[in-house]
C-alpha cells in the first residue's frame, strides 16, 4: 500500500472518484465507484463506495469490537472497501473530527483507519458523515494510470452525495450522469489521436 500521506503531485489523483468503464475486465471492479484516497510515485489506494458487505451492519461490527453502537442506525452498513487487506477497516468521513492518524484526502474528505474513530463514531462523537469499509482497492506503482490510460476508468471530483449515501444499487449510474455523460454513448475501447 502506498503510505497514507497527502499528495504534493499536482497530477494526483487523490480526492477524486474513479467510475468503472462498462467493460471493466476485472469482475472485482465491474460498476465499481471508488474513492482515491492516496495517488502518488508509490501506487494508488482508494475505498470501493458501492458494495455493501452482506455479512454484517456497522453496529455488528462495533459491538464484535467491544464499542459502543447503541448511537449507530441498526440498518448503517458496511462496505467492501476492495480486495487487499479484506479484513482491515477504513473510515472514510467528512473532515470535521480528524485525528492523529487521520488521512486528509481533499477539502471536507479524510481517512482514518484505526479503532479510535470507530469509537467516537459508536459514541455519538465521530464524524458528521462517515462510510466504514473493510478492504481497499490498490495500485502500483503506474498502474493506475495505465488502466486510466486503457480506458477502464473515468475520474471525476469527490462529491459527498455519492460517497456518504448508504444505498449502493445505483451508486455506478449516478456517478456516469454526474459527469454529464449517457451510458449509450461510453465506448469500450480507447481513442487515441
Known amino acids: 500500500m502506498p503510505e497514507l500521506k497527502p499528495s504534493r503531485d499536482p497530477h494526483s489523483l487523490a480526492g477524486q ?12 471492479f465491474e460498476k465499481a465507484v471508488i474513492v482515491l484516497c492516496v495517488h502518488n510515485a508509490d501506487g494508488a489506494m482508494g475505498v470501493v463506495l458501492n458494495r455493501q458487505s452482506n455479512s454484517i451492519t456497522y453496529p455488528e461490527l462495533l459491538q ?17 472497501g476492495g480486495p487487499v487487506e479484506a479484513g482491515r ?20 474528505l479524510a481517512l482514518t483507519a484505526t479503532v479510535d474513530i470507530l469509537r467516537s463514531i459508536g459514541e455519538g ?8 469499509a473493510l478492504g481497499y ?3 502500483g506503482p503506474g498502474q493506475l494510470e495505465a488502466e486510466i490510460a486503457a480506458n477502464s476508468w473515468l475520474n471525476l471530483p469527490a462529491d459527498a452525495s455519492l460517497i456518504f449515501d448508504e444505498n449502493a444499487d445505483g451508486k455506478w449510474s449516478r456517478a456516469i450522469a454526474k459527469m454529464g455523460i449517457a451510458l ?8 487515441h489521436a
Open 125 to 132: 462523537r465521530g464524524p458528521q458523515q462517515n462510510l466504514l
Open 64 to 80: 464484535q469490537l467491544g464499542l459502543p453502537s447503541h448511537l449507530v442506525d441498526d440498518k448503517k452498513p458496511v462496505f467492501y
Open 137 to 139: 482497492a490498490g495500485w
Open 17 to 28: 472518484i474513479l467510475v468503472a468503464m462498462p467493460l471493466m475486465s476485472d469482475p472485482r
Open 184 to 191: 449509450h454513448h461510453l465506448s469500450g475501447t480507447a481513442g
Open 89 to 108: 477497516g477504513f473510515v472514510v468521513h467528512s473532515d470535521d473530527i480528524l485525528q492523529e492518524s487521520t488521512l486528509k484526502i481533499s477539502d471536507g
